[in-house]
C-alpha cells in the first residue's frame, strides 16, 4: 500500500511538470523554427518540403502556446517560471520570426530592389519589437506596485494576426508565386501592424495603467 502511494505522488509530481516541459518544448521549437528560416535559402533542392517542415514546427509551437496554459489551470500547478517563461517564448518566436525574415530578405514583394526589401523588412521588425519592449516596460511598472496588467483582447488580436502573417509568408512562398498572393501578403502585414500599433496605444490607455499615472501623480 506504501508502494501504491509513494507511486502516486510520484504521478502527482510528473503531473506537476506537464506545463512546464511544453514551455520548454516551445522554446525548443521556437530555436528550430528560427534557425530553418535562417537556413531557408540555402536549401536549393527540396525547398517546398523544407518550408512545409518549418510550417509545421511553427504550429507546434503555437499548439503548445494554446494548450499550456488551460493545462497549468487544470491541473492547478500554475507557476512563477511558466508566468515569466511562457509570454517570453512568444515574443522570442514572433519577433524573432520577423528579424529572421529580414535577415533572409524574405518575403520577396514585386520587384522591389533588395535595399528596399530590406528596409520594409527591418521596419516591420522594428515596429513589432518596439512594441513587444514598450508593453512589457509597462507591464513590469505595474506589476511591481501591485497592478494587474493582463493580456488584453487586442493584444489577442495582434499575436493572432502576426502569427498568421509568418504562417502566411511561409505558405505563400512555397507555394503562390504569383503577384496577385504578394499583394495579399503585403495586405496581412498592414492589417498586422495596424494591430500591433493599436495594442501598444490601447496599452498605454488601459485602466491599471491610467491607475498607476493617477497613483504617482
Known amino acids: 500500500m506504501l508502494k501504491n502511494f509513494g507511486g502516486r505522488i510520484k504521478l ?3 503531473r506537476r511538470l506537464i506545463p512546464n516541459i511544453l514551455t520548454i518544448g516551445r522554446g525548443v521549437l521556437t530555436v528550430v523554427f528560427l534557425e530553418m528560416i535562417l537556413y531557408w535559402l540555402t536549401i536549393k533542392e527540396h525547398q517546398t518540403r523544407f518550408l512545409d517542415m518549418a510550417f509545421i514546427v511553427f504550429l507546434l509551437a503555437g ?8 493545462i497549468a489551470r487544470w491541473l492547478n500547478v500554475t507557476s512563477r517560471f511558466g508566468r515569466l ?4 517564448f512568444d515574443k522570442i518566436l514572433v519577433c524573432g520570426a520577423f528579424i529572421c525574415f ?7 514583394l514585386f520587384e522591389l530592389s533588395a535595399g528596399r526589401l530590406a528596409v520594409i523588412h527591418w521596419l516591420v521588425a522594428a515596429v ?3 512594441r513587444e519592449v514598450y508593453v512589457t516596460v509597462l507591464r513590469h511598472i505595474a506589476e511591481a506596485r501591485g497592478i494587474n496588467f493582463a493580456a488584453t483582447i487586442s493584444g489577442k488580436v495582434k499575436m493572432f494576426l502576426q502569427s498568421f502573417a509568418i504562417g502566411t509568408v511561409l505558405v505563400v512562398s512555397a507555394y503562390f508565386k504569383a503577384a496577385i498572393w504578394q499583394w495579399f501578403v503585403v495586405f496581412v502585414y498592414a492589417v498586422m501592424l495596424v494591430a500591433t500599433v ?3 496605444v490601447t496599452a498605454t490607455r488601459r485602466s491599471s495603467w491610467q491607475k498607476l499615472k493617477t497613483q504617482s501623480g
Open 12 to 14: 502527482f509530481r510528473m
Open 63 to 70: 499548439l503548445t502556446d494554446i494548450v499550456d496554459g488551460p
Open 85 to 88: 517563461a511562457d509570454p517570453l
Open 102 to 108: 529580414a535577415i533572409v530578405g524574405q518575403p520577396k
Open 128 to 130: 513589432l519589437v518596439l
Open 198 to 200: 493599436v495594442s501598444g
